[in-house]
Nanobody
Framework: VQLQASGGGLVQAGGSLRLSCVAS????????MGWFRQAPGKEREFVAA???????YYADSVKGRFTISRDNALNTVYLEMNSLESEDTAVYYC??????????????????WGQGTLVTVSS
């Protein structure tokens, strides 16, 4: 199983970035895909998730600014990030799991993790 995240970088506050995560080694369309992030000195936190049905879930801190989407034909999940703030600076991880509703926002809901991509927002 591999989850390869990309698209991170340095951006000014108010700018946008699009993260991608390409998956392999499992049946992508059967899995919930999620994005988590970890800022320096903080615990990893939930950002967004998308079910195979395309139902989406967001952390309150990113709702209205971030959009998660998936392309099952390309085994890829995306995170479109707009109106970025300095507080969004973190390493962003994609994850895959067979989450149920009660665990979709927690680490326990995911079996596979990518290596992370760094997003730095300058103010």
């Amino acid at each position: 199983v591999q989850l390869q995240a990309s698209g991170g970088g340095l951006v000014q506050a108010g700018g946008s970035l699009r993260l991608s995560c390409v998956a392999s080694g499992f049946t992508f369309s059967n899995y919930v895909m999620g994005w988590f992030r970890q800022a320096p000195g903080k615990e990893r936190e939930f950002v967004a998730a998308i079910r195979w049905s395309s139902t989406t879930y967001y952390a309150d801190s990113v709702k209205g600014r971030f959009t998660i989407s998936r392309d099952n034909a390309l085994n890829t999940v995306y995170l479109e990030m707009n109106s970025l703030e300095s507080e969004d600076t973190a390493v962003y991880y994609c994850a895959a799991g067979r989450s149920i509703v009660s665990t979709i926002r927690t680490h326990q809901g995911y079996n596979y993790w990518g290596q992370g991509t760094l997003v730095t927002v300058s103010s």
